[in-house]
Structure formats: structure tokens, C-alpha cells
């Protein structure tokens, strides 16, 4: 059974920094593609960061130059380093898994920026 436990989300004020940490069971990182989501209050969930299994890593356009995507396969568990927090980085992050097809999510992690 795959389980995602996110984890490292909380209130930050506008330039600040948290570490999103996404801690699997049930399933090997390093050999899947995995990432994060996020969704803010009434909007449409959005794509912020892939890490491959060849650790390439892709970035949203939102995100791109303040986030970093890493993975430790020691801990199987994935990052996301966010720096330069803005106000509207606030939502739910949601950290995934694909293997054969399915895509499975954890329960997400609150980050707030404060303004």
C-alpha cells in the first residue's frame, strides 16, 4: 500500500523560507517520477515541481528560481526547499507518486504567507 505523508508547512511572512518534506511507504522514490502540487483556496490545483527518477527536475512558471525539488533516497522522502515566499504561494501542498499509471497523493501540508 502506497502512503505519502507531507510534512513542514506552516505560517511564514513574505521573503521568508520552509522546507516541505514528503516521507513515502509502500514505494521506492528514487526509481519513480514524483513531485509536488498546490491548491489555493478556490482555484484549480497547480503543478509547482517534478523530480524525476533520473533526478532531472522540472519547475512551474510560478515557482521557477525560488523552489527546489530534491530527494533523498536514504530516507525516501522528497523535498521542496521554497525560498522568497510571496502572499500568494499560500495554499495546500500536495506531494505525488506515479507508478504503473496511477497516481497516488498525500493528504498535503499547509504553507501561509502572511502579508
Known amino acids: 500500500q502506497v502512503q505519502l505523508v507531507e510534512s513542514g508547512g506552516g505560517l511564514v511572512q513574505p521573503g521568508g523560507s520552509l522546507r516541505l518534506s514528503c516521507a513515502a511507504s509502500?514505494?521506492?522514490?528514487?526509481?519513480?517520477?514524483t513531485g509536488w502540487y498546490r491548491q489555493a483556496p478556490g482555484k484549480q490545483r497547480e503543478w509547482v515541481a517534478t523530480?524525476?527518477?533520473?533526478?532531472?527536475?522540472t519547475y512551474g512558471d510560478s515557482t521557477k528560481g525560488r523552489f527546489t525539488i530534491s530527494r533523498d533516497n536514504a530516507k525516501n522522502t522528497v523535498y521542496l526547499q521554497m525560498n522568497s515566499l510571496k502572499p500568494e504561494d499560500t495554499a495546500v501542498y500536495y506531494c505525488?507518486?506515479?507508478?504503473?499509471?496511477?497516481?497516488?497523493w498525500g493528504q498535503g501540508t499547509q504553507v501561509t504567507g502572511s502579508s
Open positions: 505525488y507518486v506515479f507508478r504503473d499509471g496511477t497516481r497516488y
Open positions: 509502500g514505494i521506492m522514490f528514487q526509481l519513480r517520477t
Open positions: 523530480i524525476s527518477s533520473g533526478d532531472s527536475t
